[in-house]
């Protein structure tokens, strides 16, 4: 099987890594890949939003099928684009259509799906540019902390939290009359504020049937102890203790099924992944945010703990047999720590060498922001660089690992967070 695979992070390294090691596979093509994912297969030079090269080269390299990681060709409609083509709709796509990517395309299209179906999540009301002043009416309504989300995509960035009624009000001018976000922001989300543990919760579906993936806890702020601005994230942890059985089962009953018999019951296909980002308020779980993908850095954790063959999963998705498909887990912790580039997410350098990627023994090294520079070296080629993921018998092994395989590597502005997973150890 002949598989393109799109997107450049770690997330997309990941997943070239565990679908290399498929019997099933006969060429992986990654597009543009980074320095990793050429590890795993042929990187090819696409842009993942050039739908014609896509197509192009899906034709001329007999591609079976297309896993979309990131989010943006998703909501931009690569599926639907492969379907309304007679050259390509016998070809697969893993990642849902246009329609079903808006989960995560619109924080309100999200918002008034969880509430027609009865899916617990905070309070909330949506703003635009012509009913700023009523924006300020309802923050001024709510309890502090203040959460205002833009309502597109902004690239993980659009969430701003604060206990300052006064700042929300700037925040919310600054978003709808100033363009904090671009179109992102065109449309505000204002909610109330809930207080519990975050946790990331991954559904693969066919439409019908659902397999539930590992669980993930990701730590989403730059600085220690969850202070400073937000980030894609700085790294994630693979069990998290608290989703035991018994909440999980809330999990699957009071949100899982009904997201998926709520796509079904509104005639939005859906093939793909699921991330569903949970707040477990007193031992109940709500929903944050939808994403119609695999998140990251959570993939980093959740997809080395799948032991089964991944094409397999991607099939069932593909063939409307997903229950029949095995999913096997393994149960030991997985711990990623996430190396970024110093200024990160604000302005940071790029093209700082990497060195000493060789000597890790004992963790798996997942690229992030990366590419070889003319010589062949490893360089640095974003705000992220480079995620590294351990197992153990236990969180704090797991961990361990990590971290002596983050000092070992080294570039110029090397930075990361000392304190990933220690909120589960208490």
């Not at 809330?250 to 939005?268: A, F, H, M, N, Y």
């Amino acid at each position: 099987m002949n598989i393109l695979l799109l997107g450049s992070g770690g997330r997309e390294h990941t997943l070239a890594w565990k679908i290399a090691q498929s019997k099933q596979l006969t060429r992986l093509f990654i597009a543009p890949g980074n320095a990793g994912t050429a590890l795993c297969g042929t990187n090819v030079d696409i842009d993942t939003l050039d739908f014609a090269s896509i197509k192009t080269f899906v034709l001329d390299n007999n591609i079976n099928m297309l896993v979309v990681g990131p989010e943006v060709p998703l909501v931009e409609g690569i599926h639907d684009y492969f379907l309304n083509d007679d050259t390509l709709k016998h070809i697969p796509v893993i990642g849902p259509q246009k329609k079903g990517a808006m989960l995560e395309g619109s924080k309100d299209f999200s918002k008034a799906f969880m509430m027609r179906h009865n899916i617990p999540t905070a309070a909330y009301k949506t703003f635009t540019k012509d009913t700023i002043s009523d924006g300020v009416v309802f923050i001024n309504s709510l309890k502090a902390p203040y959460v205002l989300k833009a309502d597109g995509l902004a690239a993980g960035k659009g969430v701003i939290i604060t206990d300052s009624s006064l700042e929300a009000v700037n925040v919310l001018n600054a978003m709808l009359a100033d363009e904090m976000f671009g179109k992102a922001s065109s449309r505000v989300v204002i909610e109330e504020y809930l207080h519990g543990i975050e946790l990331s919760v991954f559904v693969a579906t066919d439409g019908n049937s659902y397999k539930i993936l590992p669980v993930a806890k990701d730590y989403k702020r730059i600085g220690e102890g969850d202070t400073g601005p937000n980030t894609g994230g700085m790294g994630s942890v693979s069990h998290v203790p608290f989703a035991d059985a018994e909440f999980m089962k809330k999990v699957e009953d009071r949100i899982i099924i009904p997201t998926v018999e709520g796509l079904k019951q509104d005639k939005i296909p859906y093939k793909g992944f699921i991330f569903i980002g949970l707040m477990n308020v007193e031992g109940n779980p709500f929903v944050i945010e939808y994403n119609a993908r695999l998140g990251d850095p959570e993939t980093e954790s959740v997809v080395p703990r799948i032991k089964s063959d991944i094409i397999d999963l991607f099939k069932g998705i593909a063939n409307n047999n997903l229950h029949e498909t095995v999913l096997e887990i393994d149960d030991r912790y997985a711990a990623c720590v996430m190396m970024v580039a110093n200024g990160y997410p604000d302005s940071y350098e790029k093209g700082n060498t990497i060195s000493n990627l060789e000597m890790v023994k004992d963790s798996l090294v997942f690229h992030a922001g990366t590419k070889n520079d003319s010589n062949g070296n490893v360089i640095t080629n974003g705000g992220r660089v480079i995620a590294v993921t351990s197992f153990g018998d236990t969180i704090e092994e797991a961990l361990a690992t990590s971290y002596k395989s983050v000092d070992i590597i080294d570039y110029k502005g090397k930075f990361f967070r000392r304190d990933i997973g220690k909120d589960l150890l208490k």
